[in-house]
T-cell receptor, first 115, second 115 residues
Framework: NAGVMQNPRHLVRRRGQEARLRCSPM?????VYWYRQLPEEGLKFMVY????????ESGMPKERFSAEFPKEGPSILRIQQVVRGDSAAYFC?????????????FGSGTQLSVL | GENVEQHPSTLSVQEGDSAVIKCTYS??????FPWYKQELGKRPQLIID?????GEKKDQRIAVTLNKTAKHFSLHITETQPEDSAVYFC??????????????FGSGTQLTVLP
């Protein structure tokens, strides 16, 4: 199955630790998006990346959050010095191209719990 | 800022009845409107989408209508079945604060189909 792969599925961190979330896009897709979902809420856009480039990070918090999509390997969403408010499901999606009107296919998400 | 409003937040119907979920959007230049179904603990899955050059699209028991003038679109599910029970999200490709079009999601509708 060449769907969007995310790992880990569940991640538990203590306040102040770092969280690293990984996403491998669908085969043939080179556009990756990260969304955050709080309990009983919709998906909030965080960042859009292409290989080696951050294209739109307008939804990313200014501090502690960063994302990358290197030439080789998965996209990484990194959260430094996590706080309880970072607890959420983080979903990655990918698309084949980008016109602003593309079908997005989502991974199964990473549930981050901050103790 | 640009947003998508979704109603109702919860909807219960008897098996076999129809369900309708409505969304409005703020950006008149939006041209892509997908609907996602999310079962508990699972990934959001694209079930149908519509582009602004058409007013209606149907796929078996699911249909979506779009009124560009009024800036609203709706999901219609006919002959509902218990397996249709899930959270449904509408989305529209709005201009983000990064000046690019990104999918902005509604807050979701919890659909429960009663046997």
């Amino acid at each position: 199955n060449a769907g969007v792969m995310q790992n880990p599925r569940h991640l538990v961190r203590r306040r102040g630790q770092e969280a690293r979330l990984r996403c491998s896009p669908m085969k043939g897709h080179s556009h990756v998006y990260w969304y955050r979902q709080l309990p009983e809420e919709g998906l909030k856009f965080m960042v859009y990346l292409q290989k080696e480039n951050i294209i739109d990070e307008s939804g990313m918090p200014k501090e502690r959050f960063s994302a990358e999509f290197p030439k080789e390997g998965p996209s990484i969403l990194r959260i430094q010095q996590v706080v309880r408010g970072d607890s959420a499901a983080y979903f990655c999606a990918s698309s084949q191209s980008w016109t602003g009107a593309e079908k997005l296919f989502f991974g199964s998400g990473t549930q981050l719990s901050v103790l | 800022g640009e947003n998508v409003e979704q109603h109702p937040s919860t909807l219960s119907v008897q098996e076999g009845d129809s369900a309708v979920i409505k969304c409005t959007y703020s950006d008149s230049a939006s041209n892509y409107f997908p609907w996602y179904k999310q079962e508990l603990g699972k990934r959001p899955q694209l079930i149908i989408d519509i582009r602004s050059n058409v007013g209606e699209k149907k796929d078996q028991r699911i249909a979506v209508t779009l009124n560009k003038t009024a800036k609203h679109f709706s999901l219609h599910i006919t002959e509902t079945q218990p397996e249709d029970s899930a959270v449904y999200f509408c989305a529209a490709n709005l201009i983000s604060s990064g000046s690019a079009r990104q999918l902005t999601f509604g807050s979701g509708t919890q659909l429960t189909v009663l046997p």
